[in-house]
Structure formats: structure tokens, C-alpha cells
């Protein structure tokens, strides 16, 4: 474990964010940046905004840097490490032009066969951009945070299990899979470490611009959700964490491996354990479709938590469900509306935390331990109404996660890495 100050650094879907912490994981320095454009130049100058803004006198103890990025969020750059394109970001699904490709070399049922997955976004930039670089030795795929980790450290071509996860790497036996590497792919695939790994030191140049002493190590990251999940400090199956945002997602520690793409539910590797999750289209964005932040606090003071709502809903925005119910036309549920708004609220909270119950009983089915604590993230962490209604559903302790921020999970993964073979196997 680092005994200096360690640096978590979050790119996530709204912003950038630093976290700087010590060895006992208390917080030195936060900080924020909003407004995040799509442009490799904005990436890289947020990033040394962030190490800017830091105060010099922690600057100058920080000992380890570890990066995430949003998943499946990608570029391509030349042999120095210069862009060749714009990126493509984690939500974007041009490779629904590919997904058929997809599905012809990737096992059935497979994480990598969605429109959004690293692996359809390089088969994407094959078809457009492929003869380009048939006779380029060296045009590297990378994430996000492979790219500005290499900013920070200078050795191109290198990421982590769980980024390259969607990108099609096998987990479980380290390597990527021959179904793969038997592509004629036009790009370098990045080599593959376990998060947390060493990489290299912090470039000189750039140790000199931010006052960052000489051996201040810049380790392998992690994505988004991933960091969240390390912030809330769940170690053991069975704990597990739920994502209140405007979506509801679930991740549980498993002893086990778990997929069914069908569900969306796919697992990252954590160290010796798994984290097996899915997510539901259900969540805060239907509650904002009906009620502003101030109606919902006043209103979830008016309801008692350990009265069960007679009102059975399924809110969606719109049609069609992922996990736990796969239905691509399943129509929400919204009626009857009570003449009381705290007696809608509460049929609303009631129900999603039903689909929640629902949810966690699914990944049990599917291998994962019965369920022992659940630690909650996201703006609806902060409703002690839902958090009782959910604890009286789930039948387990909830409570607010202690860290919630990804830049926080990022720090800890900077500080003390993962436990985790490091034979992994390369292409």
C-alpha cells in the first residue's frame, strides 16, 4: 500500500473531478470540473486543469495517480499518441451499422454484441477508416482512460480488465480471446493489466510542471462505475451496491462469474471475486418527470416507510425494459394516480424498490450470493424515505454509501491496487 497521498482522476458522463487522499483514505483536495466537451483537446486540458488546482503542498506528496473513464468511451491515435479522429463516446451506438459483425465473431450472448460496446466502435472505425491504416504499423485502439493515463506516463498502448472488458478481453483466463485476435484489424490492441497495476512513473517534464515528486507512479485505472463501486467500500459477497441515479443500477460481489447479455448482466473481474450487475430503465428520471427536488423532499416526509402502498406501477419513461424483466415493449405502468401526490410518490418508491428486490433476486438466480448489506450512490441515496422502503423490500441493512464519488474509488485504487494475478496475457 502507497504511504504517500494518492490522486483519483474521474472523467465521468458530466464532468471531471480530482480526489486526493491519504494513506488512511482521509480526503486532502477535491476538485471539479463541469462542462466536459467531446474533444481529445478538452480531455487533455481538463486533466492538467485538475493537477493545476490541486494545492502545490499536497501536489508535492501525491506518490500514485489512478484514472477512470466512462466505459466503452474510445479513440484511435498514431504511434506518438496523437488522435486521428474524434472520439467516440460511451453512449454513442453508430455501431449499430456492425452489430451483425459483431455477432458473427463474438460468442452468442455475449457482452461485446450491443451497439454501444468498445468492440462495435473498432469494428466501426474498421469499415469507415480501415484502408487508411492497412499499411500504418502502428495505429493504436484505446479508452479513455488508457489515453490520458498515458499523458500522464508516456508509455502508449496499455489499459486495465475492466475497460477492455467491452472491447471483447477474456477476464476469466487474462487474455484476449482467439475469436478475436484472429480479426484482421487494422488497429494495435492495447496491452492488458490488472487495475491498480504500476505502470510507469510520471513523465519528468510533466512531474516538473506540477511540482509532483520524481517517483510518483502512474497506475492502471478502471471505468466509471467501477471506481463508484470501490468508493462505497464494499469487500464481500454478498455487499453489494445500488446506483439511485436516473437509471437504477445493481452491482453485487460474487464468488462467481455471471453473464447474460440478454439481461444486460455481464461481470467485471475484482481482483479474486466478480461484480455482477444490471441495470433497469427504471429510476430518479421518471420521479423528475412528475415532481421537482423540493416536491420530492416535502412529500417524502409525508409518507410513513413501513406501510406497504396498495399502488403496483412499473415507472418507465417510455416503453421497453432491460433487467430484471428483458421486454423491449414492456409499457410502464403508471395508473392509477391517487388523488394524493405523497400517495403517488409512495406507490412510485415502492415499486422501484420492488424492481430493485427484483433485480437482486435475478443475479442470485443466476449464481450470485444471497444478499448481504446494500450500499446506495446516486441522488436517491439521500431520501431516508426510499432508503427504509427499499431496507423493508430487500430485507438486508441499506445505507448511503461513505464515498460516493468515482474520483474517490480511483484514489483507493491508486493507493492499493487490486489483489489479482499479473500473468495476464497479452496479444
Known amino acids: 500500500m502507497i504511504s504517500g497521498n494518492c490522486l483519483g482522476i474521474d472523467f465521468g458522463t458530466s464532468g471531471a473531478r480530482a480526489i486526493v487522499i491519504n494513506h488512511e483514505g482521509e480526503i486532502q483536495a477535491r476538485i471539479s470540473l463541469s462542462s466536459l466537451e467531446v474533444s481529445t483537446t478538452a480531455w487533455r486540458t481538463a486533466l492538467f486543469t485538475l493537477l493545476q488546482n490541486i494545492p502545490i503542498s499536497i501536489r508535492k506528496g501525491i506518490q500514485s495517480i489512478a484514472i477512470n473513464g466512462t466505459s466503452s468511451s474510445v479513440l484511435i491515435c498514431d504511434s506518438v499518441g496523437h488522435p ?16 451483425n459483425q459483431v455477432k458473427a465473431i463474438a460468442p452468442a450472448h455475449h457482452t461485446v454484441v450491443s451497439a454501444t460496446s468498445s468492440l462495435a466502435k473498432l469494428l466501426w472505425w474498421k469499415q469507415q477508416r480501415g484502408q487508411e491504416y492497412q499499411t500504418e504499423m502502428h495505429v493504436f485502439f484505446l479508452h479513455q482512460a488508457d489515453w490520458l493515463s498515458f499523458l500522464l506516463h508516456g508509455r502508449l498502448g496499455i489499459s486495465d480488465y475492466h475497460n477492455a472488458l467491452k472491447l471483447g ?30 505502470i510507469a512513473l510520471v513523465q519528468p517534464p510533466i512531474a516538473s510542471q506540477f511540482g509532483l515528486p520524481s517517483d510518483c507512479v502512474v497506475c492502471a485505472g478502471t471505468t466509471d462505475s467501477i471506481a463508484a463501486f470501490l468508493a462505497s467500500g464494499a469487500q464481500t459477497p454478498g455487499e453489494a451496491v445500488t446506483s439511485l441515479g436516473s437509471t437504477l443500477v445493481l452491482k453485487i460481489l460474487s464468488q462467481t462469474q455471471i453473464e447474460d447479455a440478454r439481461y444486460g448482466i455481464y461481470s467485471h473481474r475484482l ?29 417524502s416526509a409525508q409518507i410513513q416507510p413501513n406501510q406497504p402502498s396498495p399502488f403496483i406501477y412499473y415507472p418507465l419513461l417510455k416503453p421497453g425494459e432491460r433487467f430484471p424483466i428483458h421486454d423491449a415493449n414492456l409499457q410502464p405502468c403508471l395508473e392509477p394516480r391517487p388523488a394524493s401526490d405523497a400517495d403517488f410518490l409512495h406507490g412510485l418508491l415502492e415499486s422501484m424498490a420492488r424492481i430493485e428486490a427484483q433485480g437482486y433476486q435475478q443475479l442470485q438466480t443466476l449464481g450470485a450470493p444471497p444478499l448481504k448489506q446494500v450500499y446506495t450512490a446516486g441522488g436517491g441515496a439521500q431520501n431516508q424515505t426510499w432508503t427504509a422502503i427499499r431496507a423493508r423490500l430487500l430485507q438486508v441493512p441499506v445505507c448511503a454509501s461513505p464515498q460516493t464519488e468515482a474520483a474517490y474509488g480511483s484514489a483507493i485504487l491508486a493507493r492499493s491496487g487490486i489483489v489479482a494475478p499479473t500473468d495476464a496475457k497479452q496479444p
Open 169 to 198: 478481453y477474456d477476464v476469466e483466463q487474462l487474455r484476449y480471446p482467439d475469436w478475436l485476435l484472429n480479426q484482421s484489424l487494422p488497429f494495435q490492441l492495447p496491452q492488458v493489466l490488472a487495475p491498480g497495476t504500476p
Open 271 to 299: 481482483g479474486n471475486l466478480w461484480l455482477a450487475g444490471g441495470a433497469s430503465n427504471t429510476g430518479g428520471a421518471v420521479l423528475r418527470q412528475f415532481f421537482s427536488d423540493t416536491d420530492l423532499q416535502i412529500l
Open 84 to 99: 486521428l479522429d474524434a472520439p467516440i463516446l460511451y453512449n454513442d451506438d453508430r455501431g449499430q451499422a456492425v452489430v
